[in-house]
């Protein structure tokens, strides 16, 4: 059974900085991609950050691009999100998701082929 946890949320200052955690289990964690996916209240969920089964490959939103950095580190089989200068509007639920497919080569996990976690809340404070 896959099993993803997301961490490392919290309410911080805007300018201030956080650090996501993803761990998943039950699948083979370094031949999946994965992504850092958010949702705000009222609005949609939308791609924030994602990364290749190597690493080798990231890819961002135009609105964290310079002030986010995603890697994983596959012995231990984690994901982060390292998320700086912070502004209000990032505030949401942040989402990890694990593209089930193993021969799967898009850029982003796909929503329907993913296993997702429960998510952890981010708040910006102005």
């Known amino acids: 059974q896959v099993q993803v946890v997301e961490s490392g949320g919290g309410l911080v200052q805007a300018g201030g900085s956080l650090r996501l955690s993803c761990t998943a289990s039950g699948l083979p964690f370094d031949d999946v991609v994965l992504g850092w996916f958010r949702q705000a209240p009222g609005k949609e969920r939308e791609m924030s950050s994602c990364i290749s089964r190597s690493g080798g490959a990231l890819y961002y939103a135009d609105s964290v691009k310079g002030r986010f950095t995603i890697s994983r580190d596959n012995t231990k089989n984690t994901l982060y999100l390292q998320m700086n200068s912070l502004k209000p509007e990032d505030t949401a639920m942040y989402y990890c998701?694990?593209?089930?497919?193993?021969?799967?080569?898009?850029?982003?996990?796909?929503?329907?082929?993913?296993?997702w976690g429960q998510g952890t809340q981010v708040t910006v404070s102005s």
């Open positions: 998701a694990a593209d089930r497919r193993t021969f799967y080569y898009g850029a982003c996990p796909a929503y329907g082929s993913s296993a």
